[in-house]
């Protein structure tokens, strides 16, 4: 069985190999010829071609063809005019070839890089040289001896490769010092790998959703719905074209455009619930601002899932609902929300959420707003001027309109039906107010924002304002 | 007619002093002169050591007139030694203008509204099975148990500080001294915050 099987394969090589060896593409004479030379010991590739600088072209799919291992066959290919005897060693390598000229460009690229990356790996150094004379194109593998035409042509090589998703372009003198920027070409292809994975897994996403609300959609049920911490960090210190590519850049909501003003040194862009800094001289991401509220901004529609997260009590009188805006409040900012759209329309943050004392008290604020409890105390004179935002009470000097110190805070208060929030648990009536109203069995007292409060012990529900402490 | 007068005087009694008891704005306020007197005359913000980390992160971002304001507020100062061994950057930078955001959220997190007594506290905790959780001003909760004879106070991110004297009070509230710096959880950490907001 097994002479007739070696006889078979024998007898099909014999019929398949003059179909193999004849010239093929009529018209070009760019045919492959190939002749081992057994005798040389396998570290040298020569190519001899007749009729230009296509033999060059063969001998680089040739060398891309031979990735395979790492001892790599020695070939030496000659061609001759005037049809020649060629002897082909090796049919599986003319099909390699043949495969490699029919596979996508990039992944030629791919190929070239490999073979390129040898020398890191302790392997040969081939190159391709081609000389012209006597009608031969002769190309010869050269040991780390680079003249000025193979280094021209590596150049070509590399760029095409870095020159994608804005890597960086290599120079002359990069590639004469090629042996000393060995790591610089791995980490720079490194980051190509990285950037293409990326781009890949960008792609499989749903990219329409993305643009819609500004965050992945795996991350849109939590409560901040956007790129995580830990991506977010890497774009650190990256050029802001490079993060451009992965973050969906937003307009500033308008009341945020206060807090994060342009200066001359810096300027800010948003995109996926975060704030980045950029240098103006270095175009570099030197900062990465806080997430705020969940993560959405003007323009953009505000959660179903959120749509329950009412403003607190305090904060209504300040923001009254209208046929034209409605107000939801998370994470310690505060959405306005087209309700007929469903759009946010703008953003306020909260004391401490990236607004307060240095910032500029915007000049929707023009009017006096101090909750009336507290406008004994605090009123407007020629040296100050007193507005309430959500939280505070601010200090705001008439003349540069700048936050100058938080007069007051405000927490979110309590209104009368309402359940006692969480953490008012612990009798807190100020000291002139204790004699009077001090807990029970029946009732308890809970001091909020200038009021004391009744509170049903239980049912917990706040029944009644009984004294306003400030007055 | 005769018959139906008592009746009207009698409901109109009961409508008046529902109206007293459930009081208003309009209530006249109870006030115990004796209780201010005992807090003294000077305010929280006159009464710290103007030198010390707290007031200077405070001054750094405007909260240094909160303190001297109205209030009142039940302030937990940690100690010096406390803001040393902090970590983060903004706590060992706090007059970088930079940080001021995060100073503030941290420094009202250690603010809560009212005059709230270690007594209180204590009294929140026994009711509340062991943990009592107190509001802040900066719209987070911390949680309060007892180690022993002594307050703790656990943050939001599990750091634990120890009240190591308290009641010290105030004309505009009341100031505990603590052994550590909370710090509360980042925003998005998760929805309690936003939670409270309904």
């Known amino acids: 069985m097994t002479r007739f099987l070696l006889a078979a394969g024998v007898a099909a090589l014999a019929i398949t190999a003059p179909a193999a060896s004849a010239p093929h593409g009529g018209g070009h004479d760019q045919h492959k010829r190939a002749k081992t030379q057994g005798d040389k010991g396998g570290h040298s590739a020569r190519a001899q071609q007749k009729g230009g600088h296509s033999g060059n072209q063969h001998a680089q799919r040739a060398q891309a063809s031979g990735r395979g ?11 001759h005019g005037g049809g020649k005897q060629v002897k082909q060693a090796s049919r599986g390598h003319e099909q390699k070839s043949r495969q490699a000229q029919a596979r996508p460009k990039h992944e030629r690229t791919q190929h070239v890089r490999q073979a390129q990356a040898r020398p890191q790996n302790g392997h040969a150094v081939r190159t391709a040289d081609a000389h012209r004379g006597n009608n031969d194109v002769r190309i010869a593998v050269k040991d780390r001896k680079h003249d000025r035409r193979d280094v021209q042509r590596e150049l070509v090589r590399r760029n095409e490769a870095f020159g994608r998703n804005n890597s960086p372009v290599l120079t002359l003198q990069d590639v004469r010092h090629g042996d000393r920027d060995v790591e610089r070409v791995r980490v720079a292809e490194r980051n190509l790998r990285w950037n293409r994975d990326w781009d890949r897994d960008w792609d499989n996403r749903d990219f329409r959703r993305v643009a819609a609300y500004g965050c992945p959609p795996g991350l849109a049920r939590k409560p901040v719905a956007c790129m995580p911490p830990g991506q977010a960090r890497e774009l650190l210190g990256r050029p802001l074209s490079v993060v451009r590519e992965r973050v969906v ?10 807090v994060y003003a342009d200066t001359p040194d810096y300027y800010y862009r948003y995109g996926n619930g975060y704030m980045y800094r950029v240098n103006r001289e270095s175009q570099l991401v030197s900062a ?6 969940l993560g959405y901004t003007a323009g953009q529609p505000f959660p179903a899932a959120y749509s329950n997260y009412y403003l607190p009590a305090a904060y209504q009188p300040f923001y009254p609902t209208t046929p034209y805006s409605n107000y939801r409040y998370a994470n310690g900012y505060v959405y306005q929300v087209d309700p007929y759209t469903g759009l ?11 607004y307060g004392y ?3 008290m915007p000049m929707s604020y023009s009017v006096y707003n101090v909750p009336y409890q507290y406008r004994p105390l605090y009123y407007d004179t020629s040296d100050y001027y007193y507005r309430y935002a959500p939280g505070a009470i601010y200090q705001v000097d008439p003349t540069t309109s700048l936050i100058t110190a938080v007069a007051a805070l405000l927490s979110p208060g309590l209104t009368v039906g309402q359940p006692l929030p969480m953490g008012y648990s612990a009798y807190n009536v100020p000291y002139g107010y204790r004699t009077s109203y001090y807990d029970t069995p029946d009732s308890w007292y809970r001091y909020a924002n200038g009021n004391i409060y009744r509170v049903d012990p239980t049912t917990q529900l706040v029944t009644a304002l009984v004294a306003a402490a400030l007055t | 007619m005769l018959k139906s007068l008592p009746l009207c005087l009698s409901a109109a009694a009961i409508a008046l002093g529902a109206c007293s008891q459930s009081g208003s704005n309009n209530t006249a306020p109870a006030q115990s002169s004796e209780a201010k007197d005992a807090a003294g005359d000077k305010t929280i913000g006159a009464s710290l050591d103007q030198n010390g980390k707290f007031f200077q992160a405070a001054k750094a971002v405007g909260l240094d007139a909160t303190l001297a304001g109205a209030g009142p507020y039940t302030v937990l100062v940690p100690s010096d030694q406390a803001f040393s061994a902090a970590e983060g950057d903004a706590i060992k930078d706090s007059a970088n203008p930079q940080n001021r955001a995060e100073i503030t959220r941290i420094l009202t997190y250690h603010i809560l509204p009212g005059v709230i007594l270690a007594d209180d506290i204590g009294t929140a905790i026994d009711n509340g099975k062991g943990k ?12 309060a148990t007892k180690d022993g004879g002594k307050i703790l106070l656990t943050s939001g991110d599990g750091a634990k500080a120890t009240v190591t004297q308290a009641d010290e009070k105030h004309s505009n509230g009341v100031v505990h001294h603590i052994d550590a710096v909370l710090v509360p959880p980042k925003p998005g950490d998760g929805a309690g915050s936003a939670q409270q907001g309904k």
């Open chain 1, 288 to 293: 990465l601002m806080p997430l705020f509220g």
């Open chain 1, 358 to 360: 240095g910032q500029m």
């Open chain 1, 249 to 258: 850049f937003r307009e500033l909501p308008n009341r945020l455009r206060y």
């Open chain 1, 344 to 354: 946010i329309s703008d953003v306020d943050p909260l004391l401490g959420y990236g």
């Open chain 2, 132 to 143: 009592a959780v107190l509001a802040t001003m900066g719209g987070e909760t911390l949680t």
């Open chain 1, 69 to 79: 291992g790492g001892a790599q066959h020695t070939q030496r290919a000659q061609q």
